[in-house]
T-cell receptor, first 112, second 110 residues
Framework: SQTIHQWPATLVQPVGSPLSLECTVE??????LYWYRQAAGRGLQLLFY??????ISSEVPQNLSASRPQDRQFILSSKKLLLSDSGFYLC???????????FGDGTRLSIL | KNEVEQSPQNLTAQEGEFITINCSYS?????LHWLQQHPGGGIVSLFM???GKKKHGRLIATINIQEKHSSLHITASHPRDSAVYIC????????????FGTGTRLQVFP
């Protein structure tokens, strides 16, 4: 069966520090991968999605970047975190466009 | 503008009650998702539908394409159903982008 792993579960970082969140999927090949952010009191917002290795689509201009170095690995990064980067970050995968998406347990990021 | 509206924002119920959560969207869609977010933050996909009705256990999801409206029903609600229920839509067939509602927070009391 397919599983998705996302870590860390919680993270507290100072303003200006770098960020790396990792997401891996097991049990499937060539999944579509997604990074979402849920700010306090707001709905989920798609940040990045990827349909293959090295293929990244950005939905929202921001302080973040994403990379897909391997088929089932998706990384969310920042060189210098801002206070506004605080939120709950979720990784998800699907077998293709217009298919159900399956979510990781999320990373709660607090910027101090 | 593509928008997704959910109602109510908050809902409380007694165990055993029938629950209805509503979702309306502004333009035609290719698919609508219902998701459940537990207090810890984890999200589970409940349904994906583009027409008609789907049922899974005590959960029923319906969609009316003409009225641009979907409902999620929970029969014989239970305290473990307490969660945030989120509606999300895909507005085109060639995009992977989902637009999310802000969710309905449901609390079921014993």
């Amino acid at each position: 069966s397919q599983t998705i792993h996302q870590w860390p579960a919680t993270l507290v970082q100072p303003v200006g520090s770098p960020l790396s969140l990792e997401c891996t999927v097991e049990g499937t090949s060539n999944p579509n991968l997604y990074w979402y952010r849920q700010a306090a009191g707001r709905g989920l917002q798609l940040l990045f999605y990827s349909v293959g290795i090295g293929q990244i689509s950005s939905e929202v201009p921001q302080n973040l970047s994403a990379s897909r170095p391997q088929d089932r690995q998706f990384i969310l990064s920042s060189k210098k975190l801002l206070l506004s980067d605080s939120g709950f970050y979720l990784c998800a995968w699907s077998v293709g466009t217009d298919q159900p998406q399956h979510f990781g347990d999320g990373t709660r990021l607090s910027i101090l | 503008k593509n928008e997704v509206e959910q109602s109510p924002q908050n809902l409380t119920a007694q165990e055993g009650e029938f629950i209805t959560i509503n979702c309306s969207y502004s333009v035609g869609i290719s698919a609508l998702h219902w998701l459940q977010q537990h207090p810890g933050g984890g999200i589970v996909s409940l349904f994906m539908l583009s027409s008609g009705k789907k049922k899974h256990g005590r959960l029923i999801a319906t969609i009316n394409i003409q009225e641009k409206h979907s409902s999620l029903h929970i029969t014989a609600s239970h305290p473990r159903d307490s969660a945030v229920y989120i509606c999300a839509v895909r507005f085109g067939r060639d995009t992977d982008k989902l637009i999310f509602g802000t969710g309905t927070r449901l609390q079921v009391f014993p």
